[in-house]
């Protein structure tokens, strides 16, 4: 399988056995190295040499743990669809930049229709995203802010689909 590096021209070849190692840590990053050469069905040194060149290409970006954000005090969850007055390159790298200063923005997509801008973000109560609402809307270039709360969360996934290839299945 060839999948192309973010926007790059680099190609990389993955085999059945690199895509199990994803499909492994995506569903468990703790795992021992040990354990994740016994699930894919090799042996541990070349099990680590193929992990550390799916992290050095860039495939496996990182491990993280995923902390309940209610019990934490965040309870809420809510999106911002935000319009600029300008698409100029400078405007909107410097909003990116403004929003990645803030700890509440969880993930900030520039969005094609409907808006320059789809924003997730948390907040402890109402009056923090209250508050979080007007900063959006005093932001520099900012000429229009539509909140969405989130009422229920009935699926979060993280990672990717990939295909189930079972041991001795052809490729």
């Known amino acids: 399988m060839h999948l192309a590096q973010d926007g790059s021209d680099k190609v990389t070849d993955?085999?059945?056995?690199?895509l199990r190692i994803?499909?492994?840590?995506?569903?468990?990053?703790r795992m021992t190295n040990v354990?994740?050469?016994r699930r894919v069905g090799i042996s541990a040194p070349p099990c680590l040499r193929r992990v550390r060149r799916l992290e050095e290409?860039?495939?496996?970006?990182?491990?993280h743990a995923q902390p309940d954000a209610t019990a934490l005090g965040w309870p809420i969850i809510f999106f911002a669809l935000i319009?600029?007055?300008?698409?100029?390159?400078?405007?909107l790298s410097a909003f990116e930049r403004q929003l990645a200063e803030w700890p509440e923005v969880r993930e900030c997509h520039m969005i094609r229709g409907g808006g320059d801008f789809l924003v997730?973000?948390?907040?402890?109560?109402a009056a923090h995203e209250n508050a979080l609402t007007r900063q959006l809307t005093e932001a520099s270039h900012v000429i229009r802010v539509q909140t969405l709360q989130t009422?229920?969360?009935s699926l979060e996934r993280e990672g990717v689909?990939?295909?189930?290839?079972?041991?001795?299945?052809?490729e």
């Open 83 to 91: 319009g600029l007055d300008s698409q100029k390159e400078t405007v």
């Open 57 to 63: 290409e860039g495939i496996i970006r990182g491990y």
């Open 35 to 37: 354990e994740l050469a």
């Open 120 to 125: 997730r973000l948390i907040a402890r109560d």
């Open 161 to 170: 689909p990939l295909p189930v290839i079972r041991e001795g299945a052809p």
């Open 14 to 18: 993955l085999d059945a056995v690199d």
């Open 22 to 29: 994803v499909a492994e840590l995506q569903d468990d990053g």
């Open 151 to 153: 009422i229920r969360t």
